[in-house]
């Protein structure tokens, strides 16, 4: 098909005709339908239905150092817990604080404490007038959302195919003392897909903060979850690199098993310096009896070691990979040379990003709901919800099973097209 | 034996010796027993070993309302366990929410929400200068950890028979803004056993409090934990009684399956007012992206309904009554009529409460652990760990097992009865 650029004012108005009859009959069949949350489809979620068997009645519930996995105590996690979400982060176990079902809840929780009770001995956020953090974008809402509740002014830093630009973070960084943080999924990021580069994640080590209890907020969220066994991008240890930059206490490194065993009955972990270690231990002695070591233990019996781990994500590959797929050769084959859009590709992750004309995001989202498919609300990948663009989409194909994916996505390529017609006759 | 008061300077001098020796002859024996904190033993924790075996890999894992318990979603718990939850408090499940493993964390939580973006509409409590709680002591050494760790200023509420002292909190509260919160465990109090009297539980709901975010911080821990079949105490509905006086947002109720199924490994649950589980649930979507249904799932198949929790609370009443009852045994025989020390024989919970001479009760604790048997330290069931009287000790029966729990009340009494007489000699 030419260029939707290239079409003139009658071709333009022909072709809506055409997209808008067939979209009235798409309509018409009352799809139901969400691409909207990173969420794994109940067919994928049952390759880690083993995980309910490795414990029964006649366990011994015993960690490696001989802590009884049913009574309080170990709050930090068990050592063989704490060694299996190291190897998910490429870290080692020292550096490691094992949590409960959720990294999110980790994430509010040290932006909560860095607010009541500062870092390291600085000041607590609430005493201070202005914080800010740095996001780039587009990125994922719900960090978006815990700095925001926290009046957290943030500031956007536009993504590059190699990471976040670092010559605007670093200007940033060294030059404004109320900069606290900065968000990043640095690899298979949500929602484009990008794995950060060595020099970019060498320069986030590097960084020369004016402000002592600046934090890189580092969401390994996507460690091991590869689409492709021949094809993975790989990241430097963010730790290591900052412990080498002299730079040891500024990241906290945070992942779980959200998406490995089971989203809300997995575990949580975050990695960080000595010294850090030792203020989160501090205060988890106020703040909890400790988590949930039987499900530790649950993860370690089943998952055994790294090993284990990726041969397992392999399984959740053969179902993500195919619907990725299918999503990209619609994309492909529906908007390829049409200039109305573009995306990458991901070799990970949980999303494709969507890039319409600029002005046409918010529209076709609403024009997708109207005919039953919901994605990811427009804006929601920008903080406050606003893409000052309105332009970026976040496509989330894993919750659909296969056939609906391919109905909700023929929609989406459908509503692409009709809104860039209509913007493209009002731009003429 | 005779009272100790009533005996002269060579009479206590002769019986310090005795004891001295009996001491010194214990002390060789290189004990190294635990009574500091209330822990199930392992013995214990075998009564639920079932819990293990109602999942496995054959199991459909959908909540009574179609909810997939295995993905995201229902963050407010599943409504089998809200049921089950409110049935532990005396409520109804709408207002429940359930949370993670821990009521600590729970608490925790809700106090950094209030000291971080206030209650219902009301101002921030880090944009105040000073903040009040009110402790019934003794009490709870982790609920006054945390209003500590928030610069929170704590003001001793003595316990009656029946209760706080109701006159002394009515005061307080319709008197002083800066008085935001109480800590209460109204049923089996920790450390006394106290269940608060149907009047106090109505004086509570009736408080006329001076600041609009004053709440009742109704820590429900031992609802179910009686000792015996047959003599067991109820307390009024908080919640209820709270609506019925026109105060329904005034209580935070809290409880948890710590000590009914796994210490970290259970179920937390709050129970509070429509317009408070409002505010919880929305700050509860920027925090989490849920607690674990999949073990809210597993406790309600396991003990199904309130009768099958208590049945299964009559096995652990059936190890816990002869530890409390050999501790009891103990007491009066050694100490009975000597005048150096009283104590409650509680009817549930997990403590006895013991008063020795004023001053005495550290070189107690001291002379205890010299001798390899650890207490609760001293002045830990009083806010900033000062007990103005020197005199409370918290005893904690269930960890040992029987056999070493009579060696540690043994060698207990034994130091009682030397520090009192140490001191009586001192104030001759």
Same mark, same amino acid.
Request: aromatic share 10%.
């Given at each position: 098909m030419k260029s939707f650029k290239e079409m003139n004012k009658e071709e333009l108005l022909e072709l809506k005709g055409e997209l808008e009859n067939k979209y009235n009959e798409e309509k018409a069949l009352g799809l139901s339908l969400d691409m909207s949350r990173g969420k794994p489809s109940s067919t994928q979620l049952n390759v880690s239905m083993g995980l309910l068997d490795v414990l029964s009645s006649s366990s011994v519930l015993k960690s490696e150092n001989g802590v009884d996995c049913r009574n309080y105590g170990a709050s930090d996690g068990i050592p063989e817990a704490k060694k299996l979400m190291a190897d998910i982060m490429g870290t080692t176990p020292d550096k490691v604080i094992v949590y409960g079902n959720a990294s999110l809840n980790v994430m509010y929780d040290t932006v909560a404490r860095s607010y009541t009770h500062g870092i390291l001995g600085s000041t607590p956020w609430c005493k201070l007038d202005t914080i800010k953090f740095l996001c780039p974008v587009p990125g994922y809402d719900r960090h978006f959302a815990i700095t925001e509740r926290f009046g957290i002014e943030m500031i956007n830093i536009p993504m590059t195919t190699k990471g976040p630009d670092m010559d605007l973070i670093e200007k940033y960084v060294s030059e404004d003392? #109320?900069?606290k943080g900065i968000w990043c999924v640095p690899k298979y990021s949500n929602p484009q897909g990008i794995s950060y580069s060595n020099e970019t994640v060498s320069r986030f080590a590097n960084l020369k903060p004016a402000a002592k209890d600046f934090r890189i907020y580092w969401d390994n969220a996507y460690a091991i979850h590869h689409l492709y066994e021949d094809n993975q991008d790989e990241i430097l240890d963010i730790i290591g690199e900052c412990a080498r930059a002299g730079n040891p206490d500024m990241v906290f490194e945070f992942s779980s098993t959200s998406k490995v065993s089971f989203p809300g009955s997995g575990v949580a972990a975050l990695a960080t310096s000595a010294a850090n270690i030792a203020e989160f231990k501090d205060q988890l002695t106020i703040q909890t009896i400790g988590h949930d070591k039987i499900n530790q233990l649950r993860h370690v019996k089943y998952f055994k070691n790294i090993d284990g781990l990726n041969a397992h994500m392999k399984k959740h590959a053969d179902q993500m990979r195919p619907k990725f797929e299918a999503v990209i050769e619609v994309l492909k084959n529906e908007l390829g040379g049409l200039e109305i859009g573009s995306w990458i590709a991901p070799k990970g992750g949980y999303f494709i990003s969507f890039e319409a004309l600029e002005g046409c995001a918010k529209a076709i989202v609403a024009k997708c709901k109207d005919a039953g498919v919901v994605m990811t609300n427009a804006g929601a990948t920008y903080p406050y919800g /606003?893409? =000052? /663009?309105?332009s970026n989409i976040r496509i989330a194909p #894993?919750? =659909?099973e296969p056939q609906e994916l391919l109905q909700a996505t023929d929609l989406f390529v459908l509503c692409v097209k009709i809104v860039s017609v209509e913007k493209l006759l009002e731009l003429l």
């Open positions: 003392e #109320s900069i /606003k893409d =000052p /663009k309105n #894993s919750f =659909p």
